[in-house]
């Protein structure tokens, strides 16, 4: 069992800028795909942007050119840096890890960001 651990959410006003983090346990973090999704009220869980064990990341069309997501294996983290954030970015962020080899898939308990002047 993998535990994630999102923190950095927040209220932010419109253009401002947040960083948030997911720590994960264990020692196989370098082994999996990570990922945040968000979920705003009355709407599906959508995915954000993810980041494979290579270091490829993905994006969401809404958040390309604004949104990073770098991780840091010896820390055993992945980070969302959220540039230029709009109203319509508020939700519930959550991070996700997904392990292949055993197709296992775990995800944190989530994280508020607010946009709002």
């Known amino acids: 069992q993998v535990q994630l651990v999102e923190s950095g959410g927040g209220l932010v006003q419109p253009g401002g800028s947040l960083r948030l983090s997911c720590a994960a346990s264990?020692?196989?973090?370098?082994?999996?795909?990570m990922g945040w999704y968000r979920q705003a009220p009355g709407k599906q869980r959508d995915m954000v942007a993810t980041?494979?064990?290579?270091?490829?990341?993905n994006y969401a069309d809404p958040v390309k050119g604004r949104f990073t997501i770098p991780r840091d294996n010896a820390k055993n983290t992945v980070y969302l840096q959220m540039n230029s954030l709009k109203p319509e970015d508020a939700a519930v962020y959550y991070c996700?890890?997904?392990?292949?080899?055993?197709?296992?898939?775990?995800w944190g308990r989530g994280t508020q960001v607010t946009v709002s002047s």
């Open positions: 996700n890890a997904y392990y292949s080899v055993a197709k296992l898939k775990w």
């Open positions: 264990g020692s196989i973090f370098r082994l999996y795909a």
């Open positions: 980041i494979s064990i290579g270091d490829s990341p």
